[in-house]
């Protein structure tokens, strides 16, 4: 038997079940849940990662959806479990969903939600971040600084990269790929060449426009490319922004050989998903080129680092925290309660995952939808008319 994990309860009488595998920032979620007659569970378990057994054991026996973590293996184990607790409906909070076996959900008939769109600008900004922060050596600055080795100003200290004029390179022009690239082109005014399965329309419309502009205003334009291969935005990017999903695809996308092709001086980010990156082959990459400077939100192993990371003084290191800002994290939590709640109630898909502002808004009610499910078309779920 299933040992018992801790819960804290809203809404005891409510005639759905709803499981979070989390406490989630905010209240709205939990306040629309417990309006449409939810009975809403939070674990409250210390451990940070639950495990596959630990979420059996949250579904028990009646389970209407459960809402969970990026870090949880939703696999067939639990959709299994979930389906025979009677469950139609899962939501990742968060817009990545490698974590989920989409295929089994569908075979059980289980709607599988994610977060899209509300953490575009909130990651794009991390990306941002971490690209400003290793050109310009922030974070073994402030190590310096803090250890009391500044004794006076010196014409060679801490000099990085100049961003204005240079070149950035964005691998997954997507969502939040698209926004970073704005974010580099518009702030720092850089070239774009970018990397997609699919054309980029919108932001290359957007680099022709602000290049017009510059250029009447007498300042040099802004140019992009979308390069033919992954291979030519290595060789000619200054600094690289990983953020593509993580599929077969994309798995070691960066590897020994691919990081041989880029600038001695390059700067690599990667915000997307640890596995992007074969991690072993980038601390010898670091080792190899002091110059080569890398910002990392994500890890191959996560919450581990490969041997020999943490000693580098070319990367930079944060704990996956690209969507944490309140904003984004409570819409997440919202995102992720409605599509739980959508399905419940048997509503239909939103149209366009992309745009789920109206679900945000915290002034008038959401619409009678669930905001993204991905797996929509193959359960056969209507979409929205609204
Ligand atoms: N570090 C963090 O906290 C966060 C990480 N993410 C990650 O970022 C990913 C992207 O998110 P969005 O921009 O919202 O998704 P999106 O679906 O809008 O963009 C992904 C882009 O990658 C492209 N792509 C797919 N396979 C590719 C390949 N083999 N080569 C080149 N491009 C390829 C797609 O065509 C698409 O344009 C998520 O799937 C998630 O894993 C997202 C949010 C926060
Ligand atoms: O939404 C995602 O995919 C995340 O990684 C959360 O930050």
């Given at each position: 038997m299933a040992r018992p994990v801790s819960i804290e309860v809203w809404n005891p009488n409510g005639k759905y079940r709803v499981v979070s595998t989390k406490s989630m920032p905010g209240t709205r979620w939990i306040n629309l849940l417990v309006q449409q007659d939810c009975r809403v569970e939070i674990c409250t378990e210390k451990k940070t990662i639950l495990s596959v057994e630990d979420i059996i054991a949250l579904i028990g026996n009646r389970c209407d959806g459960v809402i969970g973590q990026l870090t949880e293996d939703w696999g067939e184990t639990l959709f299994s479990a979930l389906s025979k607790a009677g469950g139609k409906a899962f939501s990742n909070m968060a817009v990545g969903y490698n974590n989920v076996d989409v295929n089994a959900a569908t075979k059980y008939g289980v709607a599988v939600g994610n977060t899209p769109g509300v953490l575009t600008e909130t990651t794009a900004e991390l990306a941002a971040s971490l690209s400003l922060a290793a050109s310009r050596r922030i974070v073994e600055a402030d190590g310096f600084m803090r250890a009391g080795l500044y004794d006076g100003w010196l014409p060679h200290l801490f000099v990085g990269n100049l961003l204005k004029g240079q070149t950035v390179g964005v691998i997954g022009a997507g969502r939040i790929g698209s926004a970073y690239a704005r974010m580099m082109i518009e702030g720092f005014k850089m070239n774009l060449i970018y990397y997609d399965l699919y054309q980029a329309t919108r932001l290359e419309k957007f680099v022709t426009a602000y290049g017009q502009f510059l250029k009447a205003s007498g300042e040099e334009p802004v140019t992009w490319k979308r390069a033919s291969s992954m291979d030519e935005v290595l060789q000619v990017a200054d600094v690289i922004s990983l953020h593509p999903i993580l599929d077969k695809t994309t798995?070691?996308?960066?590897n020994k050989e691919r990081l041989s092709k880029m600038k001695k001086e390059a700067i690599l980010i990667n915000c997307s998903r640890g596995p992007v990156v074969d991690e072993e082959a980038l601390v010898e990459h670091l080792k190899q080129n002091p110059m080569f400077r890398v910002g990392l939100d994500v890890f191959e192993d996560e919450p581990y680092m490969k041997p020999g990371l943490a000693d580098m003084k070319n990367a930079i290191v944060v704990p996956h925290i690209a969507s944490a800002s309140k904003w984004t994290r409570e819409g997440m939590a919202t995102l992720a309660a409605l599509n739980v709640l959508g399905k419940i109630k048997g509503y239909p898909t939103w149209s366009n995952p992309n745009q789920v502002d109206a679900f945000l808004d915290e002034n008038s009610p959401p619409p009678s939808a669930c905001p993204s499910i991905v797996n929509a078309k193959q359960l056969g779920l209507p979409v929205s008319k609204l």
């Open positions: 798995y070691h996308l960066i």
